[in-house]
């Protein structure tokens, strides 16, 4: 994980994902939840797997098309959170915990997004 020292998008993306797996882990293994628990895998680590595709990416454009792919990721997880907590599979403390992380990836994602844009297609 050197590029999360330099890039602080890939260090909380990754960091999300860990806390995404702890959460999973606890929810099989105390909860004997598996569908939810698995929808939130999916979405929370996808987030942080698309950043390092957009950090790899061909182009501009692809570069933000991934990083699009990452804040609708990002959205779905929040949504499988909101469920989780509201069907108290995890508790008020935990989902505010992993909602703050969210908000920040969310927030970074679109003013990436915002910049790359206005810097490399001012016209569109």
């Known amino acids: ?4 020292k ?14 995404i797996i702890t959460i999973y882990k606890r929810l099989i293994s105390e909860k004997k ?7 939130i895998l999916r979405s929370g680590t996808s987030i942080g797997a698309n950043i ?15 990083l ?12 499988w959170l909101n469920l989780l ?12 915990k992993l909602n703050k992380s969210y908000d920040e990836i969310i927030r970074i994602l679109n003013s990436i997004i915002l910049t790359t844009k206005q810097r490399y297609f001012p016209n569109s």
């Open 6 to 19: 330099d890039n602080i998008i890939v260090s909380k993306s990754y960091a999300f994902s860990l806390e």
């Open 33 to 39: 939840e598996y569908v939810l628990s698995k929808q």
């Open 68 to 79: 699009g792919i990452s804040v609708k990721e990002a959205r779905e997880t929040s949504y």
């Open 52 to 66: 390092h595709e957009a950090v790899a990416s061909e182009s501009k454009k692809d570069f933000i098309h991934k």
């Open 1 to 4: 994980m050197n590029e999360a």
């Open 85 to 96: 907590k509201d069907s108290e599979y995890i508790t008020q403390l935990e989902f505010d």
